[in-house]
């Protein structure tokens, strides 16, 4: 069973820049569609970014589109999502996710990492 784990979430000023880090235990991606979803406090989660793992074909929501970027390292096995010029609206805890690409279930998740912006 593949495990995912985030990291590099923390506190940072609006106009700032953190990058998150997903990495794979016990499994591949290959096969996969890597995404990254987060959920703000009395909200439902929200897809935020995609990207195919043989392609490298890219989704983005509308509300990050140019200031996010998601990007994976076959060698290390891991997806990132680089945020940039972040607001205080982008406070949520991100979870990393995969699903088989011909699929539309997400099948595996991780803990989160809590992303906070300050004003």
């Known amino acids: 069973q593949v495990q995912l784990v985030e990291s590099g979430g923390g506190l940072v000023q609006a106009g700032g820049s953190l990058r998150l880090s997903c990495a794979a235990s016990g499994g591949t991606f290959s096969g996969y569609v890597l995404g990254w979803f987060r959920q703000a406090p009395g909200k439902v989660r929200e897809f935020v970014a995609s990207i195919r793992w043989s392609t490298g074909s890219t989704v983005y929501a509308d509300s990050v589109k140019g200031r996010f970027t998601i990007s994976r390292d076959n060698a290390e096995n891991t997806i990132y999502l680089q945020m940039n010029s972040l607001k205080p609206e982008d406070t949520a805890i991100y979870y990393c996710?995969?699903?088989?690409?011909?699929?539309?279930?997400?099948?595996?998740w991780g803990q989160g990492t809590q992303v906070t912006v300050s004003s």
């Open positions: 996710t995969r699903r088989i690409w011909t699929l539309r279930t997400w099948d595996s």
